[in-house]
């Protein structure tokens, strides 16, 4: 039978406090509205074992959470991370969730024979004492609820007794984080941020999810935090301007090198600032008593990542999932330098049996599913400029040769469409770096680029282009694939200068069409073309060649077991990827 329950457990912390208590052996009940499908399956994803989980049906809008009354009566700690978090809501509906509800909970947990704690999770903005009713229309339905849900909670488990536990986090970083302070960050990256509002004292706080849920579990465990509230955050973050001028840096952004007073802000359309108002009331100097959290949190041996460090890993899965519209890949990746520029690298950096080159309007991930089928690991690279990665400050030659540099082993450099030519480049200047070389519909030996697409209105149109365009004008059929890289690339050319150099490295590769035929005849290493049969070589050539029956000039994309085999075999017969580097 389960000894705690998890109110709000399929969300961003419900979810994650539930596989850690798993983790250490609890027998948990995760409540929540639907069927509990999704959860298991993200538990299954971080390879949870949940043969003590009980999925539970519940309403904390409803007196009773619509639980009968004789179930799970061994529950000693309840944990209450329901509600609503999101900017924008009715105060009817903020208050039914993180009022009523967060009531309601109050009263179920007093209901059982055998409870320990109750610890609800509040927010770092509440005052932490009873104090007048929130404003609502000053603070906004989301943070007035909350202040007077944390107020409505304590005055209920007095009444009844109920020993409780207070936890107040601040900005929470972690993997499905995608509203708040990464709301800012996603206007950073798509260069909509030109002016941070408020002033350079402006603090807002962050807490990694590890840490915070490390701490939730940790409370029920030690009976002195019984009637104590807890402000769960970094210290060490750094105020606003700075915060975001670290993200900046690691994202290979600008960062706003003004600010604008948070009451103009305001009083200015918001159709002109684009800030949403609830959120401006986040934006104060105001410090938090964090010392009896952090007390505790070292006495328990629940240790504060860098702060630095945690931004940079939640700025690299914000951007790899395009800010929750998309999956990233199973490969790790982020931000590297590169060349002297701030590139998205994903794979094995040192050990690749592969290093995958993409092709234009691509990024690496266009490479997942052939990835996904090969058997040894994988280096890719967003190619400067393009995709995730900055503007390059050397030549693309230069920023693959400093990619190449950390690879111990001599791997098989595979490239598509344009990217065949810093891959051929590569290949004859280092021929003892690699194993062989695989180019996949190579621009230079098939028909030129469109006129349209080197004409002074090419940037202009493709940075307007939707996916479904996009896909029309590559000759893209739908499928699972084609649908998330025109997706992504769709999102990538609406970036601030991606369209424009997307169009000039179109014109650089059609200017050394002539040089990379010529080079190709004098390459030392082996060799293999794949091409789609509906896009033929109209230079012909003696060099082993692969046609993929029908496919385009992306077959990666739609034929990526076809690519994965021929990869596989062009490794095999050559005896190739395993070697060291002389």
Not at 37 to 47: I, N, P, R, V
Not at 300 to 310: M, R, Y
């Amino acid at each position: 039978m389960s000894d705690t329950i998890v109110f709000g457990a399929t969300g961003f912390i419900g979810r994650s406090l539930v596989a850690e208590l798993l983790g250490r052996g609890r027998r948990v009940a995760a409540a929540a509205r639907g069927n509990g499908a999704g959860l298991t399956a993200w538990l299954d994803d971080q390879q949870i074992d949940t043969g003590g989980l009980e999925l539970v049906r519940a309403d904390i809008t409803v007196p009773g959470l619509g639980i009968p009354s004789d179930a799970l009566p061994r529950v000693r700690d309840v944990y209450n991370s329901a509600g609503r978090y999101a900017f924008g809501l009715s105060a009817a509906d903020a208050k039914a969730a993180n009022v009523t509800g967060a009531r309601h909970v109050v009263d179920w947990a007093a209901s059982r024979p055998d409870l320990r704690r109750l610890v609800h999770v509040s927010g770092y903005r509440v005052s932490g004492a009873d104090s007048p009713a929130p404003d609502y229309r000053k603070l906004g339905a989301y943070e007035a609820s909350k202040a007077e849900g944390d107020a409505a909670v304590r005055q209920r488990a007095r009444e009844l007794g109920v020993p409780l536990t207070i936890a107040n986090p601040s900005s929470v970083l972690g993997p499905g984080q995608y509203i708040g302070l990464a709301g800012m960050v996603a206007d950073l990256w798509r260069g909509k941020l030109r002016a941070l509002p408020g002033g350079s004292d402006v603090f807002v706080p962050v807490v990694t999810l590890d840490h915070f849920v490390g701490v939730l579990a940790n409370l029920p465990e030690h009976a002195d935090t019984a009637g104590q509230a807890y402000w769960i955050l970094d210290d060490t973050t750094p105020d606003l301007p700075e915060l975001i001028a670290e993200v900046a840096a690691h994202l290979g952004v600008l960062a706003p090198r003004c600010g604008i007073p948070v009451g103009l802000v305001r009083r200015l359309p918001r159709a002109l600032t684009g800030a949403d108002p609830e959120t401006l009331s986040f934006l104060s100097a105001d410090r938090y008593p964090t010392g009896p959290a952090n007390a505790f949190a070292e006495a328990t041996g629940v240790h504060v990542p860098p702060v630095a460090d945690a931004l940079r890993a939640w700025a690299d899965h914000l951007v790899a999932t395009r800010f929750g519209a998309g999956t990233p890949s199973r490969r790790p990746s982020g931000f590297h330098t590169v060349g002297g520029s701030r590139t998205w690298v994903a794979g094995e950096r040192r050990r690749p049996d592969y290093v995958l080159l993409h092709g234009l309007p691509l990024d690496t991930d266009s490479w997942t599913d052939v990835a996904d089928r090969l058997a040894g690991p994988v280096l890719g690279a967003d190619l400067p400029g393009l995709g995730r990665s900055a503007p390059g400050k050397v030549t693309t030659d230069a920023w693959l040769a400093d990619l190449m540099e950390p690879v111990a082993i001599r791997p098989v450099l595979v490239a598509h469409s344009l990217a065949a030519g810093p891959a051929l480049r590569y290949a004859a200047n280092h021929p003892e770096h690699i194993s062989g070389l695989v180019l996949l519909a190579p621009s230079f030996l098939l028909r030129p680029s469109s006129p349209t697409a080197r004409s002074p209105l090419a940037a202009l149109a493709l940075r307007r282009a939707d996916a479904a365009r996009l896909a029309r004008v590559l000759a893209l059929p739908p499928g699972p694939a084609t649908d998330r890289a025109t997706q992504a690339a769709a999102a990538h050319l609406k970036r601030p200068g991606a369209a424009k150099r997307l169009v000039r490295a179109l014109r650089a590769g059609h200017a050394s069409r002539t040089e990379l035929r010529r080079l190709l005849d004098e390459i030392t290493v082996p060799v293999h073309l794949v091409i789609g049969a509906q896009d033929p070589l109209v230079s012909p050539t003696d060099l082993p060649t692969t046609v993929v029956d029908a496919a385009g000039h992306y077959p990666q994309l739609t034929a990526p077991e076809t690519v994965a085999h021929i990869l596989t075999t062009f490794q095999d017969r050559h005896g190739l990827g395993a070697s060291d580097r002389p």
